[in-house]
């Protein structure tokens, strides 16, 4: 059964500096790697997925994940914080061979403080 | 841009209600899916839809069916709604199975009494 880690609850951080979250999968065949953010009150949107290729994918608002095999993570990252930034995020998990089948994972509150 | 609509924003019912919550896009996805979101327990798939008439159960099926007649609606149905079902529901499209993102509506928040 494939499944999502996202270890923390909630992540601070000052605006301006670097934000990481976390995500960790387990999965049968080769993964297909979300991120999803979702603001207060709004539906999930789209901000970035790795499908093949290059490790380190970039994605909607500056944000970025590197995929880690080895280490089966998919960490989000941005280089500097804005407090707009300030939501739910959910990373998602889709094996390439269960079509239609993806698995999210808790989320994780961001919160960036001015 | 692809926009999926959800029928109603709030909705409250009562325990043993039928109750059916609407979804539509304005794509032409292929799939279409319905997921419940509970705090900390993320979103979990309920069902999905490949094509029309077609569906399958997502990890979560129990006490929920679903329709789909024309490829631009997919409809959540609780025959028989219960307290446990209180929940937010949220919609979603792609165009493929695998790699494609998802397209989320802006979630229908039902609350059973």
């Known amino acids: 059964a494939q499944s999502v880690a996202q270890p923390e609850d909630q992540v601070n951080v000052a605006e301006g500096n670097p934000l990481t979250v976390k995500c960790t999968y387990s999965?049968?065949?080769?993964?297909?790697l979300f991120w999803y953010v979702q603001y207060p009150n709004r539906g999930l949107q789209f901000l970035l997925k790795?499908?093949?290729?290059?490790?380190l994918v970039k994605g909607s608002y500056g944000f970025e994940a590197e995929f880690n095999k080895s280490q089966t993570s998919f960490h989000l990252k941005k280089p500097s914080a804005l407090v707009s930034d300030s939501a739910l995020y959910f990373c998602a998990v889709r094996p390439n061979t269960n079509a239609g089948k993806s698995t999210f994972g808790d989320g994780t509150t961001l919160t960036v403080k001015p | 841009d692809v926009k999926v609509t959800q029928s109603s924003r709030y909705l409250v019912k009562r325990t043993g209600e039928k109750v059916f919550l609407e979804c539509v896009q304005d794509m032409d996805h292929e799939n279409m899916f319905w997921y419940r979101q509970d705090p900390g327990l993320g979103l979990r798939l309920i069902y999905f839809s490949y094509d029309v008439k077609m569906k399958e159960k997502g990890d979560i099926p129990e006490g929920y069916s679903v329709s789909r007649e024309k490829k631009e609606r997919f409809s959540l149905i609780l025959e028989s709604a219960s307290t446990n079902q209180t929940s937010m529901y949220l919609c979603?499209?792609?165009?493929?199975?695998?790699?494609?993102?998802?397209?989320f509506g802006p979630g229908t928040r039902l609350t059973v009494l």
């Open positions: 790795y499908i093949t290729g290059d490790n």
């Open positions: 979603a499209s792609s165009l493929g199975l695998y790699t494609d993102t998802q397209y």
């Open positions: 999965v049968s065949g080769n993964p297909y």
